[in-house]
């Protein structure tokens, strides 16, 4: 079974403070994805990132990045510099590499407030 | 390019009667899954369809059923409603490869009086 846990349900920042955002997940497959999404009040999940778990290469996009470590099965997201539009909540989020199936596994979301 | 679409966006429904929510896919998008997202939780799956044909399905009762058409737009239908059916529907589209992006429509949320 596949498990994703974000233990901060909700956090607040001052704009322009960074901000981690905490996943861990659970699998037992050997390969996998990870991703991170953003839901605004309107409801749509915004896709934000995606990462193999064959390739731990952290990487940065904008003020976007992320911290993947297979050792320790953490999947974390940081926003840098934040701002009061990225006010949202956000879910990190697990599929299997596997054929036709696309069941993705959601956590519970971590609510991020941006003060101004 | 139309992302994913859903309709009807709100709609409230008495307990027992059925209801039927609709999506068409991002365009090339030949997959179809349906999530269900309760108040202040993550979405979870109900099912997928491809080429028509429910591939994979959630822990979810035969109330939830769907339907995916020739030109890949779907239908989930919820029949007999009980009250904890209230959440928002979530309708996700991808194609090719396990590793391609999901994208997902803006829901419609439903409301079981």
Known sequence: AQ?????????????????????VYETRDTTYYLFWYKQPPSGELVFLIRRNSFDEQNEISGRYSWNFQKSTSSFNFTITASQVVDSAVYFCALKRNSGGYQKVTFGTGTKLQVIP | DAGVTQSPTHLIKTRGQQVTLRCSPK???????????????????????????????????????????????????????????????LCASTWGTPGNTIYFGEGSWLTVV
């Open chain 2, 27 to 89: 365009s090339g998008h030949d997959t179809v899954s349906w999530y269900q997202q309760a108040l202040g939780q993550g979405p979870q799956f109900i099912f997928q369809y491809y080429e028509e044909e429910e591939r994979q399905r959630g822990n979810f009762p035969d109330r939830f059923s769907g339907h995916q058409f020739p030109n890949y737009s779907s239908e989930l239908n919820v029949n007999a409603l009980l009250l904890g059916d209230s959440a928002l529907y």
């Open chain 1, 3 to 23: 498990k994703v846990t974000q233990a901060q349900t909700e956090i607040s920042v001052v704009e322009k403070e960074d901000v981690t955002l905490d996943c």
